[in-house]
């Protein structure tokens, strides 16, 4: 699951921080300081959901929450098979 944070205003250059808010917390995220993260769970057993936001802070310390978002995972793990073709 990817999710990407896009500030605007305020005084670039900004800072980030993923927050873990409620529900499941077997969720790992990538790169906590990055805008853009990949969530995952190890255990793939059954539905599992989480809350998160993301921190944004710029240059003067200004500091703002994003809106919190859902990270699901389905009851069955999703699984796909590439097939290579050369030409």
């Not at 059954?46 to 990270?71: E, H, L, P, R």
Request: aromatic share 12%; with cysteine.
């Amino acid at each position: 699951i990817i999710a990407s944070c896009t500030p605007s205003g305020g005084y670039p250059p900004y800072k980030f921080l993923w927050q873990w808010v409620s529900g499941d917390q077997g969720f790992s995220v990538s790169l906590a300081t990055s805008p853009n993260v990949t969530f995952a769970r190890q255990d793939t057993n059954g539905a599992q959901s989480a809350f998160w936001k993301c921190i944004v802070t710029d240059d003067m310390g200004n500091q703002v929450d994003s809106n919190t978002i859902k990270i699901y995972q389905p009851q069955t793990p999703v699984h796909y098979k590439l097939k290579m073709i050369n030409k």
